[in-house]
């Protein structure tokens, strides 16, 4: 029942026009935001970790701006996933930095994509110009709706298991391209090290160094910006921090959180702050998102 629930939700959502689906995510993101809950409470504590050089009125707006552009990217979904393809990308507007998508020959290309802006989208763009796979989190209530829309392009999605990550090293010696979101707190069968991520202790994978390193992949960033005023969105690409497939696993973890850095720092309002990403401690220290919701 749930699942159905969810569906004719989807759909229904999908049939508004773009303009209509932001402005009830801003609507719905200010409410949000005013409603005491447990995200608008980790959100703070993780903009204060990372930006303490802001003011805790700085602090207090980024985080009302961040959940608000992050409601506007949960109703985007059900236009990336259900609209025509063709429709979706037409909603693709400026693109920076796309030479950086350049390769020698039979190389492979790995893209990594933070949870910044809109970062469904991506997938559907790379599989229109390319060979594309990408690893995904299997969700109980709406796996075969995901699947189906992400593929639908003719993206392969795999598993963030051991197979799936044998499937992703194939593709690269095989020269083709795959995309990875980098600032996830993965599962312990990938590989993760504590690494700094803006000055603080995070737990980082090591799934990017260890694929870039066995294929000599090229590393890239990628995220799509949401533009003003319903235009749609800028599509940005930048290299990846020197180190990224060091044999060294903490610097090739500091260079890969570094490289996600500097994506938030383009804007930062568009990042998902409500993500836990520093949940899992080195030495047993205590998590910052204990207590009750505010």
Same mark, same amino acid.
């Given at each position: 029942?749930?699942?159905?629930?969810? @569906?004719?939700? !989807?759909?229904?959502i999908?049939?508004?026009?773009?303009?209509?689906?932001?402005?009830?995510?801003?609507?719905?993101?200010?409410?949000?935001?005013?409603?005491?809950?447990?995200?608008?409470?980790?959100? !703070?504590?993780? $903009? %204060? &970790?990372?930006?303490? *050089? @802001?003011?805790?009125?700085?602090?207090?707006?980024?985080?009302?701006?961040?959940?608000?552009? &992050?409601?506007?990217?949960?109703?985007?979904?059900?236009?990336?996933? @259900?609209?025509?393809?063709s429709?979706?990308?037409?909603?693709?507007?400026?693109?920076?930095?796309?030479?950086? #998508?350049?390769?020698?020959?039979?190389?492979?290309?790995?893209?990594?994509?933070?949870?910044?802006?809109?970062?469904?989208?991506?997938?559907?763009?790379?599989?229109?110009?390319?060979? /594309?796979?990408?690893?995904?989190?299997?969700?109980? *209530?709406?796996?075969?709706?995901?699947?189906?829309?992400?593929?639908?392009?003719?993206?392969?999605?795999?598993?963030?298991? /051991?197979?799936?990550?044998?499937?992703? &090293?194939?593709?690269?010696?095989?020269?083709?391209?795959?995309?990875? &979101?980098?600032?996830?707190?993965?599962r312990?069968?990938?590989?993760?090290? /504590?690494?700094?991520? /803006?000055? $603080?202790?995070?737990?980082t994978? !090591?799934?990017?160094?260890?694929?870039?390193?066995?294929?000599?992949?090229?590393?890239?960033?990628?995220?799509?910006?949401? #533009?003003?005023?319903? !235009?749609?969105f800028?599509?940005?690409?930048?290299?990846?921090?020197?180190?990224?497939?060091?044999?060294?696993?903490?610097?090739?973890?500091?260079? #890969?959180?570094?490289?996600?850095?500097?994506? $938030?720092?383009i804007?930062?309002?568009?990042?998902?702050?409500?993500? %836990?990403?520093?949940?899992r401690?080195?030495?047993?220290?205590?998590?910052p998102?204990?207590?009750?919701?505010?």
């Open positions: 029942m749930k699942r159905w629930l969810m @569906l004719i939700l !989807l759909h229904s999908a049939m508004l026009p773009w303009n209509w689906l932001q402005t009830l995510g801003k609507i719905l993101g200010t409410l949000w935001v005013w409603i005491p809950n447990r995200q608008r409470r980790d959100a !703070l504590i993780n $903009i %204060r &970790l990372c930006l303490p *050089h @802001l003011s805790e009125t700085q602090h207090l707006k980024l985080r009302h701006q961040s959940m608000v552009h &992050l409601a506007c990217t949960y109703m985007e979904f059900a236009a990336i996933w @259900l609209w025509p393809t429709k979706v990308l037409g909603l693709i507007r400026e693109e920076t930095g796309a030479e950086l #998508l350049q390769c020698q020959p039979g190389q492979g290309l790995i893209l990594l994509s933070p949870h910044l802006g809109s970062w469904e989208i991506i997938s559907l763009y790379r599989a229109s110009k390319d060979r /594309f796979t990408a690893m995904y989190r299997p969700q109980h *209530h709406l796996d075969e709706v995901l699947l189906k829309a992400r593929q639908r392009n003719g993206a392969a999605l795999v598993p963030d298991n /051991f197979t799936g990550v044998k499937n992703l &090293l194939r593709n690269l010696l095989q020269g083709q391209s795959i995309g990875i &979101l980098p600032d996830q707190v993965t312990e069968e990938t590989g993760s090290i /504590f690494a700094p991520f /803006f000055g $603080i202790k995070a737990a994978m !090591l799934l990017v160094a260890r694929l870039a390193r066995r294929s000599n992949a090229k590393v890239v960033f990628v995220f799509a910006e949401r #533009l003003p005023n319903h !235009l749609g800028h599509l940005h690409w930048l290299p990846a921090p020197d180190g990224i497939a060091s044999n060294d696993d903490l610097e090739a973890a500091t260079a #890969l959180n570094k490289g996600v850095e500097q994506c $938030i720092t804007c930062p309002e568009q990042y998902q702050w409500t993500y %836990r990403r520093f949940r401690h080195p030495d047993q220290e205590p998590s998102y204990r207590g009750p919701s505010i």
